[in-house]
């Protein structure tokens, strides 16, 4: 009997969900933003370009706050060819004390994404932690809207970063929020190549 009413709600499972299938038909790639104050943004990202190079797709990075230090996903994908990889920040802003430093290498990063955006032979582009430089007012959002607008029909596009303005969420066609419930940080646990890099 147990099992009667298990395979009778799977059944109504599964015809909704080939329902809403069968009237997904547009193709065309996807705006993505992962924003919130907890841990995972970028691991999420990275999560994805790995799925892209799983189905042979040319992928292209820009860190725009990661520059200096190697981190664990720098490190391992820039090993693959369908990889084209850009650190070019300075580093955490409260490292670098340097707003006009931070203000040109955002800029230098900026003018490296238009180029991206428009060249339809990347699949997938990662902007991470892109929302940080408009919250800093490092770059303005308007010519960031226009560049997701008009890119490449077939590009994927994984935005990263906390606190990201209404503008943007509004203008992707995804948004994940995820949230800081407990870090081990706040716990004093230092943090970890592997892990926070």
């Known amino acids: ?14 015809e909704k969900q080939d329902q809403k299938i069968a009237a997904a038909t547009t193709k065309r790639g996807v705006s ?10 970028s ?5 994805m370009l790995a799925r892209s190079l799983g189905h042979g797709h040319k992928v292209a990075v820009v860190q725009f ?3 200096p230090m190697k981190t664990g996903e720098e490190l391992f994908f820039k090993e693959y060819n369908n ?23 955002a800029e230098k990063a900026w003018k490296k994404t238009q180029q991206l955006l428009s060249d339809d032979k990347y699949q997938l582009v990662i ?8 919250n800093y007012r490092y770059l303005t959002l308007k ?3 226009e560049a997701l607008k008009n890119r490449p029909k077939m590009m994927n596009v ?3 970063g906390r606190a990201p303005k209404q503008d943007l969420i509004d203008a992707v066609d995804t948004y994940s929020l995820i949230l800081n419930e407990k870090h081990a940080f706040k716990d004093g646990v230092e943090a970890q190549a592997g892990i926070e890099w």
């Open 83 to 105: 990889v084209d990889w850009f650190a070019m920040g300075d580093g955490f802003t409260w490292e670098t004390q340097d707003a006009d430093q931070d203000i040109k290498s």
């Open 127 to 134: 902007l991470d932690e892109i929302t940080y430089m408009f």
């Open 32 to 41: 993505i933003l992962i924003g919130g104050s907890g841990k995972g943004k």
């Open 143 to 145: 010519p960031t809207l």
């Open 1 to 14: 009997m147990k099992h009667k009413n298990h395979l009778k709600r799977m059944t109504a499972i599964k």
């Open 43 to 47: 691991s999420s990202a990275f999560g």
């Open 158 to 160: 994984i935005m990263t």
């Open 65 to 67: 706050l990661k520059g």
